[in-house]
């Protein structure tokens, strides 16, 4: 009998500890992917093209995602490229000797570089217009059928065209300035020129290599044509004060792709939150990390609407009323 009550003792002990070690896991939301009652671990890789407030804000985004789906579970290895591309390999090279579980590229030189570096971790691009563009991949249908999926920064091009002649119907000329270095840029314009000249106007595409020719470029474009167009790019966006400065001195207005654009030289954008986009590619790496999708087949991400906004200062500068429906840009 004694034999007994001791085994039953035992069992009973053992089988407290067994349910005390399912509660901690559950308790702490961990994914327990190895079987032993730990928590899965996962170390990502972001590389941010360069600093600005949009890619700013869709990083923040991505890592809040992420924080909020698997909390301390989660790690990044940032590294911002500073707008050289030559940084972007260099960067990603490190990731991959890291051994990263994934690696998150903002900025289309950003995804270029990782697409370079690796077919085999899973890589998600966010802020990127075109995804066919960027990758060079011909009759792209929303998914790119290899390690890379992602979300798109892209605001309809046909309502940016309507946009303009709703602010504009008496220019007869439009100026598209971009950077040729930039293969979604000449893609945005390319669509915006065709919708432009179904309205009536004359355009004129205008390309900078980079930052050291895009001021005097940008004075031609301005002085030569009653309205610019910007397309969502991100050396205009780093430069885009400067623009600014010269589109204020010729009176001319500009009509910008996206909003950190329209901020510091537009008068009025069609834009989309670079936060949300982030957010959205944070919750498909937890899909890929987690529940096991495969980029190769998840399709580009959009958001889901594009919101009109005016530059309050450029308006006044300029003279410009705005149109009704359209938000101001905050400061």
Excluded at 134 to 139: C, K, Q, R, V, Y
Excluded at 262 to 268: I, Y
Excluded at 273 to 285: C, L, Q, V
């Amino acid at each position: 009998m004694k034999m007994k009550k001791t085994l039953a003792l035992t069992l009973a002990a053992l089988a407290t500890l067994s349910l005390s070690a399912c509660g901690s896991t559950a308790e702490t939301g961990g994914t327990d992917t190895a079987g032993d009652g730990e928590a899965q671990a996962y170390t990502i890789g972001i590389i941010q093209q360069q600093q600005h407030p949009a890619l700013d804000s869709a990083t923040e985004g991505f890592q809040a995602a992420l924080q909020a789906l698997l909390g301390d579970q989660v790690s990044f290895q940032y590294q911002n490229a500073s707008g050289e591309t030559s940084n972007c390999p260099t960067i990603v090279s490190g990731f991959v000797a890291a051994d990263v579980d994934l690696i998150m590229a903002n900025g289309t030189t950003a995804l270029q570089a990782a697409a370079a570096a690796t077919d085999t971790i899973p890589i998600l691009g966010t802020s990127i217009t075109e995804y066919g563009v960027a990758l060079g991949i011909d009759g792209f249908q929303g998914t790119t059928g290899r390690n890379i999926s992602g979300t798109s920064d892209l605001a309809p091009l046909d309502e940016q065209a309507a946009m303009l002649q709703a602010w504009f119907p008496d220019a007869v000329t439009v100026g598209l300035l971009s950077c040729s270095a930039e293969p979604n840029s000449a893609y945005q314009v390319e669509a915006v020129q065709s919708s432009l000249e179904d309205l009536g106007y004359t355009c004129t595409s205008y390309t900078f290599s980079d930052s050291n020719d895009l001021s005097a470029v940008a004075t031609t474009a301005c002085n030569e044509n009653d309205v610019v167009y910007i397309p969502t790019d991100n050396t205009a966006a780093n430069n885009a004060e400067l623009i600014g400065n010269i589109a204020q001195s010729t009176a001319t207005p500009i009509i910008a792709g996206e909003e950190g654009i329209c901020k510091g030289c537009g008068v009025a954008t069609l834009t989309i939150d670079y936060y949300d986009i982030g957010y959205r590619t944070g919750e498909m790496a937890y899909e890929i990390l987690v529940e096991g999708a495969d980029p190769a087949t998840m399709e580009i991400q959009y958001a889901p609407e594009a919101t009109p906004k005016y530059n309050p200062d450029m308006c006044d500068a300029l003279g410009l009323t705005p149109l009704e429906g359209y938000e101001p840009i905050a400061d």
